[in-house]
């Protein structure tokens, strides 16, 4: 199985603050990867596929980047309504598999 | 815009099978594959399986021998069967549509507890 692991595990910011999450595959998975935001009680939500592409509806303050091993998470600006779980998904091989996890909180 | 939910029993007992149903509304069950994911409390998430339209399936091995996936294309259902549950099959269990990769729909999901 292709192993994902994210840092930070959890971090703490404001709102209006520049929030960046990496992670980090166990093998070169090209761009195949994707970042959810799971909420408590709620549907996760997909927020990039692909990398680097940004799902329908999602606001343009969310951007991810990289490629290989080593991808980048960012949310320009954090609003209200971000504080949750951020997960990213590999999907270069089955299973499909998923990071540990970053809690952004207040 | 396509909208998952799932249902079934929120306990079940030990060695015994845990049934869920997917309801998809909205759109066609047609076209796109359907994912389980569970999330255990406290740790990731899960890829469990999916099913094309066609009926095709793939599971991750770490359930393979205890998991069915099933689709139902008049009723526009998605169903995961797990037997010989445990302690450690709690979790929130999800369902998703999935496309070339990514799961771009979410069900709420569903706790179900393992526990006599």
């Known amino acids: 199985d292709v192993q994902m692991t994210q840092s930070p595990s959890s971090l703490s910011a404001s709102v209006g603050d520049r929030v960046t999450i990496t992670c980090q595959a166990s093998q070169d998975i090209r761009n195949y990867l994707n970042w959810y935001q799971v909420k408590p009680g709620k549907a996760p939500k997909l927020l990039i596929f692909g990398a680097s592409n940004l799902e329908t509806g999602v606001p343009s303050r969310f951007r991810g980047s990289g490629s290989g091993t080593h991808f980048t998470f960012t949310i320009s600006t954090l609003q209200p309504e971000d504080f949750a779980f951020y997960y990213c998904q590999q999907y270069e091989d089955l299973p499909l598999t998923f990071g540990p996890g970053t809690k952004v909180d207040l | 815009q396509v909208q998952l939910q799932e249902s079934g029993p929120g306990l079940v007992k030990p060695s015994e099978t845990l049934s869920l149903t997917c309801t998809v509304s909205?759109?066609?069950?047609?076209?796109?594959?359907w994912s389980w994911i569970r999330q255990p409390p406290g740790k990731r998430l899960e890829w469990l399986g999916y099913i094309f339209h066609s009926g095709s399936v793939k599971y991750n091995p770490s359930v393979k021998s205890r998991v069915t996936i099933t689709v139902d294309k008049s009723n526009n259902r998605v169903s995961l069967r797990l037997n010989s549950v445990t302690a450690a099959d709690t979790a929130v269990y999800y369902c998703a549509r999935g496309q070339s990769g990514w799961l771009d729909s979410w069900g709420q999901g569903t706790l179900v507890s393992v526990s006599s």
């Open positions: 909205g759109g066609s069950i047609s076209t796109y594959y």
